[in-house]
């Protein structure tokens, strides 16, 4: 072979070679399965802890579903919402919009069960995603398959949360907005507000729309037992004050919900908007009646949300404790 020859074939070789560790670096995003080599258990341990504490502590479902979308509406499903305050930034888990959120230190308690079996492998943004994929099972909704890969950010996003999050109180307009932005329809909106099946608002939330006048769009036989939970127009915040979300099922995650909208006994405004828009009444009267149709745009839904803008690769870091940057450790 000549001298030329063999300068052609080395370079080739090399470029292969090249290509070859430049594809083995590439970064695969999200998929089904991610810790099938690095910690096959993962998903396992997750679900046993998950069922382990709805056991003891059945409110931990809720958490593990309102988790989801506080973390993954909010620029990145990268489980920012889990980051405790410090000197330099505030926690989304203080902010107005996260009023009534808890039982974040059950999510360590995941977090270390899974740490005792593959350390520093596995994300807290994928042990939220896959906490509240389990918790909808135990609440007797679908099980969702939900691809995993995420890694986790190093800054709260405190400074931007109402820009994302829409609040109980605002216009079909800008929930359906803010929604359309992270790639999620409107049948989308409509069944991810069927969470509000489960779970409870508190006094705080809706003393505006009985005090100092009943708001005149709800129903009149509904409105007795609101008072009698919410008996004081401006709810001590030391107490605990609360009106079920579904007093016929407010364990069970179904189609419940759509009824009791359309029959007006919806408990924020924004489900009572849900059920008189014209662009998404159509979908609640479809809901309400096909539980079928609801857990299948609920999982869409679901879905979509949990693959919002994720930290794959090298981006973020696999964090030691979930409240906490490694840096700070």
Same mark, same amino acid.
């Given at each position: ?37 690095? &910690? ?26 309102? @988790?989801?979308?506080?973390? &993954? ?34 999510? $360590? ?47 709260s996003r405190a ?10 109180? $605002? ?31 508190? &006094? ?32 001590d915040p030391k ?5 079920? @979300? ?13 009824? @009791? ?46 693959? @919002? ?12 404790? &979930? ?7």
């Amino acid at each position: 072979m000549s001298s030329k020859a063999l300068i052609f074939f080395f370079a080739l070789l090399s470029f292969s070679a090249f290509s070859f560790a430049e594809n083995e670096d590439q970064d695969p995003g999200l998929v089904m399965n991610f810790y099938k080599n690095s &910690c096959p258990q993962a998903e396992e341990i997750i679900s046993e802890q998950v069922k382990l504490l709805y056991k003891r502590h059945k409110n931990t479902a809720f958490s593990w579903l309102r @988790n989801i979308f506080h973390d &993954c509406a909010v620029q990145s499903c990268d489980a920012s919402l889990l980051l405790d305050s410090t000197r330099r930034s505030l926690s989304e888990k203080e902010m107005d919009r996260s009023f009534g959120m808890r039982n974040f230190r059950y999510i $360590e308690d995941i977090k270390e069960a899974v740490e005792r079996e593959c350390p520093g492998v596995v994300s807290c943004a994928d042990i939220l995603v896959l906490s509240a994929r389990d918790a909808i099972v135990s609440l007797g909704g679908p099980f969702i398959p939900l691809k995993t890969g995420r890694r986790d950010g190093r800054k709260s996003r405190a400074e931007i949360l109402e820009e994302y999050l829409p609040d109980h109180n $605002e216009s079909m307009t800008v929930v359906l907005d803010r929604f359309a932005a992270m790639g999620v329809d409107t049948p989308g909106v409509v069944a991810l507000l069927g969470a509000h099946s489960v779970g409870r608002t508190h &006094c705080v939330k809706l003393v505006h729309r009985l005090y100092p006048e009943v708001a005149p769009e709800l129903n009149p036989d509904h409105v007795p037992h609101m008072l009698h939970k919410c008996p004081d127009p401006i709810p001590d915040p030391k107490a605990v004050q609360y009106v079920r @979300n579904d007093r016929g099922t407010p364990m069970i995650l179904d189609n419940n919900y759509y009824r @009791n909208i359309l029959d007006n006994k919806g408990l924020l405004i924004v489900d009572h908007q849900l059920a008189t828009d014209k662009r998404t009444k159509p979908h609640v009267k479809k809901m309400a009646k096909s539980q079928a149709y609801f857990f299948k745009e609920f999982s869409r839904a679901i879905t979509l949300l949990s693959e @919002n803008n994720p930290l794959t690769g090298t981006k973020g870091e696999i964090r030691k404790q &979930c409240n906490v940057a490694n840096k700070l450790h």
